[in-house]
């Protein structure tokens, strides 16, 4: 499996996710990136959960003057789809562009450093290598059980073959 920078994912969702976008298909043809691949950042992307509050952004309880703006807030993907259409905007474009946005170039670099971590697959996020060894040990402790009940049912019926039904129907008498 090819591993691609992170400057690279970010660069294909970025071109996913603007306004010019082109099909995923041909984005694929163009760079030589498997389709399945490209749909896997886009969904990783889009799935950002550190982009759902800005740092800094207080929310209604802290900030009594929050509700106003409420039109503010912004869910990870529209942060992501802002990130992606600032791609490649310079100087008076980009301010132009935040500006109409109401974004600032400071929570710009912010939106884009999450989704860069995000992509890449935020090593922090692993379990530490006791949990994995705990589960490790707890799923050779369960299979060793299922062994020995899998063994059990087998002699059961083999017992049953050998000695009969014990339950046959009869009460033992005879009835003659």
Request: hydrophobic share 35%; aromatic share 4%.
């Amino acid at each position: 499996m090819k591993e691609y920078s992170e400057t690279v994912r970010a660069r294909m969702v970025a071109r996913m996710m603007s306004p010019r976008s082109v099909p995923m298909s041909q984005l694929s043809r163009d760079s030589g990136i498997p389709e399945g691949t490209l749909y896997r950042w886009l969904k990783r992307a889009a799935r950002m959960p550190d982009m759902a509050k800005a740092p800094g952004r207080r929310t209604e309880s802290e900030d009594p003057q929050a509700s106003d703006r409420s039109d503010r807030r912004r869910t990870g993907a529209q942060k992501l789809a802002i990130v992606a259409r600032a791609e490649g905007l310079e100087g008076d474009e980009l301010g132009e562009f935040l500006r109409r946005e109401g974004v600032h170039l400071a929570e710009l670099e912010q939106w884009r450093k999450l989704a860069e971590q995000a992509l890449q697959g935020d090593p922090k996020r692993l379990p530490p290598s006791k949990e994995i060894r705990r589960l490790q040990a707890e799923l050779a402790r369960k299979e060793k059980a299922l062994a020995e009940a899998a063994a059990l049912i087998i002699l059961k019926k083999k017992v049953a073959a050998i000695w009969g039904d014990e339950d046959d129907g009869t009460d033992g008498t005879n009835e003659t």
